[in-house]
């Protein structure tokens, strides 16, 4: 960065975002101004960018050995009034004059220490330190995309690990008896004794209703004792 003395510094301003806003009712109406020792630049007013205003405008400055800091600020334009101050802030060149190149948005802030949106501005500075470079910029190697490698496809099995003596199947004796080689038929126990059914006497044991007397017959009783009609009753 040495001997920046009479260089020259390209800067475009591109726009801002996210403007701290100034009007109460319509759109504001926003414009840039940029300094730098005494030499001072004003881009063209943004009509009814608000907070997000597009300038895409290009200024050339004269640097100064020793002063590496450009002053920033944005205002919204008034017919009546003054303008409204919207925020500043500072640009750093130590980046651009180092590498020759730098599009960083800078941050600006109101009156009052607050947040008040930023600004986009893209610099040049042809005669950039070099040295750590010594032809062209160094690039990065080619993408190729990362392939695994697959296995041998065999139809042989693997043979078995060497040191290893092969496992043979060792039968072992069993713990339980072996069970009987044959039952004796369920046909060889006797027949049960059991008598026939005529030597059972018959279930009922009652006599015969024959034994019983009849049901004595219904009684008749005599009549009244005063038949005829009764006597009409008295009037």
């Known amino acids: 960065m040495s001997g920046i003395q009479g260089q020259l510094l390209e800067v475009t301003v591109v726009g801002c975002s996210k403007l701290r806003d100034t009007e109460w ?3 504001q109406d926003p414009y840039v101004c940029l300094e730098y020792a005494n030499t001072k630049f ?3 007013t943004c009509t009814d960018g608000h ?3 597009s300038f895409q405008e290009k200024f050339t400055f004269s ?3 020793g002063l590496r800091e450009l002053n920033v600020s944005v205002w919204n334009s008034n017919t009546l009034t003054f303008d409204d101050f919207i925020g500043n802030g500072k640009v750093q060149l130590q980046k651009v004059l180092s590498q020759g190149y730098d599009d960083s948005p800078w941050q600006l802030m109101s009156k009052h220490g607050k947040y008040a949106g930023e600004v986009r501005l893209i610099m040049h500075y042809q005669n950039a330190n070099r040295s750590a470079w010594p032809g062209t910029p160094p690039t990065n190697p080619p993408y190729t995309p990362y ?3 697959q296995p041998p496809m ?3 099995p693997y ?3 060497l040191g290893y003596p092969p496992v043979q199947a060792t039968p072992y ?3 339980y008896p072996p069970p009987p080689a044959a039952y004796m038929p369920t046909s060889t126990y006797p027949p049960q004794p059991y008598p026939p059914s005529s030597a059972y006497p018959p279930t009922s044991v009652y006599p015969p209703t024959s034994v019983y007397p009849p049901p004595p017959q219904a009684q008749h009783y005599p009549p009244a004792p005063y038949p005829g009609v009764y006597p009409p009753p008295p009037y």
Request: charged share 20%.
């Open 25 to 27: 009712i319509s759109r």
């Open 42 to 44: 004003r881009t063209k």
């Open 51 to 53: 907070k997000n205003p």
């Open 63 to 65: 640097l100064i050995e």
């Open 147 to 149: 392939a695994p490698q």
């Open 154 to 156: 065999s139809s042989a």
């Open 159 to 161: 043979p078995p690990p």
């Open 173 to 175: 004796p069993s713990p």
